[in-house]
């Protein structure tokens, strides 16, 4: 097999997978099925209902040739030129005639009906004295319906009456209904599959716009979208329902990008913090409780480092904003803390760092988030100043208002 042969069955394969693919099959399989149902129950029907006209022929002329005969004193009176007129009749309406005499033995046959002995004319006569119909091949060898009767007088049995006629026409006419239904049944299928496939392919084109559109969005692409569906149907609430998923996917890896700098940038100034404490400890020998206080002073960094890491993977698990919890916080000594923590980055770049603030100065606010911002602006003031002194400053302002300044 080629390779274009072998791309070829891929390709086909690749399509009897398929959602139009499976929707045709099923649509043609049930077309099949109606078909079958209706062509049958047509053809039932059809070949019912011509017996049924045929049958009625035959008793109707059957009726007729009885009436047209004379009965006396249990005979039947009937001569050789009334009975050729009543078949000349009847055969001009294409049925065949026999009469049989109970009480002379006599047979009289006109038509395409075959011969009958001595024996099947008394199966006849015996048979013969309740109508019934039957049906027997003629002559020839072609297939007639015969509508068998009696004739009496007074209820007593003298003869029998055949009245045929060919099934020639019905089966014909049967036989064409069958060819039409046979030819037209692939033909209304394929129409049926080809028209369901054409449909859904239409149906399903907005998803396959959709799909493609999908494929080509990647978490760097995020902000793309997918096309618009206006149409208020199963396709366009998809379409929806696909767009709203791709914009929390944007929003949780917008919040993952945040979290990430946030917490390099949170954790850059206490990380730095330590270890400009252990090198300025390490300078020289020192005394016991110069060493405390720079345990102490990396105690204070490490619990912000813990709480801090604890607090950003709540909120990455949440996915929510950041609690707000508000308290009274001591702003003078939250000032001063910040200050001693920094002095060591500040003396690393040959800067003074200085705190000065009012005593008791109080407010309603986030303890660990007013840290935080202090430190970020603290530690922003001593990377972007060259020379000179970094000064933090709180007072009370005017009314209850507390001013903080960082120069």
């Known amino acids: 097999m080629s390779a274009r042969d072998r791309s070829a069955a891929r390709r086909l394969f690749a399509l009897t997978r398929t959602i139009r693919f499976r929707f045709s099959l099923w649509v043609a399989s049930l077309v099949v099925v109606i078909l079958a149902t209706l062509a049958a129950a047509v053809f039932v029907s059809l070949s019912k209902k011509l017996y049924l006209s045929l049958d009625d022929s035959l008793r109707l002329s059957a009726s007729e040739a009885v009436a047209a005969m004379n009965i006396e004193n249990g005979r039947i009176?009937?001569?050789?030129?009334?009975?050729?007129?009543?078949?000349?009749?009847?055969?001009?309406?294409?049925?065949?005639?026999?009469?049989?005499?109970?009480?002379?033995?006599?047979?009289?046959?006109?038509?395409?009906?075959?011969?009958?002995?001595?024996?099947?004319?008394?199966?006849?006569?015996?048979?013969?004295?309740?109508?019934?119909?039957?049906?027997?091949?003629?002559?020839?060898?072609?297939?007639?319906?015969?509508?068998?009767?009696?004739?009496?007088?007074n209820r007593r049995l003298i003869g029998v009456l055949q009245v045929a006629r060919p099934t020639q026409s019905i089966e014909e006419t049967l036989a064409e209904l069958l060819l039409t239904l046979i030819v037209a049944g692939p033909v209304l299928v394929i129409i049926g599959g080809g028209g369901a496939y054409f449909l859904v392919r239409q149906a399903l084109s907005p998803i396959d716009h959709l799909t493609k559109a999908a494929r080509g969005i990647t978490a760097e692409s995020l902000s793309d979208r997918l096309p618009i569906v206006s149409t208020d149907d199963e396709v366009g609430r998809l379409a929806s329902t696909f767009g709203e998923m791709i914009t929390r996917l944007s929003e949780s890896f917008r919040r993952e990008r945040q979290f990430s700098s946030d917490l390099s940038h949170e954790l850059r100034t206490p990380l730095a913090a330590i270890e400009m404490i252990i090198s300025v400890t390490r300078e020289k020998r020192r005394s016991p409780p110069e060493y405390e206080k720079a345990l102490d002073d990396l105690?204070?960094?490490?619990?912000?480092?813990?709480?801090?890491?604890?607090?950003?993977?709540?909120?990455?698990?949440?996915?929510?904003?950041?609690p707000r919890r508000q308290e009274s916080v001591d702003l003078s000594a939250l000032v001063r803390g910040v200050g001693e923590s920094l002095k060591p980055l500040a003396r690393a770049k040959g800067l003074t760092l200085t705190a000065r603030c009012e005593p008791s100065l109080r407010l309603r606010a986030d303890a660990d988030r007013l840290i935080r911002l202090l430190v970020n602006i603290v530690d922003n003031a001593i990377k972007f100043t060259e020379v000179g002194e970094v000064r933090i400053e709180a007072a009370r302002g005017p009314g209850s208002v507390l001013l903080i300044s960082v120069a």
Do not use: H
Not at 100 to 118: E, K, N, W, Y
Not at 134 to 150: E, I, M, W, Y
Not at 308 to 321: D, I
């Open 77 to 153: 009176v009937i001569s050789d030129g009334g009975i050729e007129e009543i078949a000349t009749v009847l055969d001009a309406k294409g049925f065949s005639l026999r009469l049989i005499d109970g009480m002379t033995g006599r047979v009289r046959a006109f038509g395409d009906l075959r011969p009958v002995s001595r024996a099947e004319e008394g199966g006849l006569l015996e048979r013969g004295r309740s109508p019934f119909f039957s049906s027997q091949p003629d002559a020839k060898g072609a297939l007639l319906r015969v509508f068998t009767t009696p004739i009496e007088e």
């Open 299 to 322: 105690g204070v960094e490490v619990g912000r480092i813990k709480k801090l890491t604890e607090e950003m993977l709540l909120l990455l698990r949440l996915g929510a904003a950041e």
